[in-house]
Nanobody, 123 residues
Framework: QVQLVESGGGLVQAGGSLRLSCSAS????????LGWFRQGPGKEREFVAS????????YYADSVKGRFTISRDNNKNTMYLQMNGLKPEDTAVYSC????????????????WGQGTQVTVSS
C-alpha cells in the first residue's frame, strides 16, 4: 500500500515557476515508479512525466519537455516536479501516481493516486 499527498500548487503568472511535491508513505515506495499527471478543465487526464525507481530514468510529455523537471529523493520518499516557463495551458489539477516497478504514460496502469493539487497560470 502506498499513500500519496501532493503539495505546492497555486496561482502564478505566465512565465513563472512552481515546484510541486509528492510525499509518499509505505515501506515499499522505492519499489514503485512514480509519475505526474494533470487534468485541465473539460479535458481528460494526461501524462506529464515519470521517473524510475532509482531516479535514473525520466520521461516527459512533449508539451512539457524542456520546461518541467521530475526528480525524486528516496531518502525522503518524495517526488518533485519543477515547472518553469509556465503557460496558461498548463492550468490543471496535478496528481502524482505510483506504479509497481516500471512507469508508463497511461493513467490506468497506475495503482495509487494522490488527491491532486491545483495549478493555475494566468495570462
Amino acid at each position: 500500500q502506498v499513500q500519496l499527498v501532493e503539495s505546492g500548487g497555486g496561482l502564478v503568472q505566465a512565465g513563472g515557476s512552481l515546484r510541486l511535491s509528492c510525499s509518499a508513505s509505505g515501506r515499499t515506495v522505492p519499489n514503485f515508479a512514480l509519475g505526474w499527471f494533470r487534468q485541465g478543465p473539460g479535458k481528460e487526464r494526461e501524462f506529464v512525466a515519470s521517473i524510475s525507481r532509482n531516479g535514473g530514468s525520466t520521461y516527459y510529455a512533449d508539451s512539457v519537455k524542456g520546461r518541467f523537471t521530475i526528480s525524486r529523493d528516496n531518502n525522503k520518499n518524495t517526488m518533485y516536479l519543477q515547472m518553469n516557463g509556465l503557460k496558461p495551458e498548463d492550468t490543471a489539477v496535478y496528481s502524482c501516481a505510483a506504479r509497481f516497478l516500471v512507469g508508463t504514460t497511461t493513467p490506468r496502469d497506475y495503482s495509487y493516486w494522490g488527491q491532486g493539487t491545483q495549478v493555475t497560470v494566468s495570462s
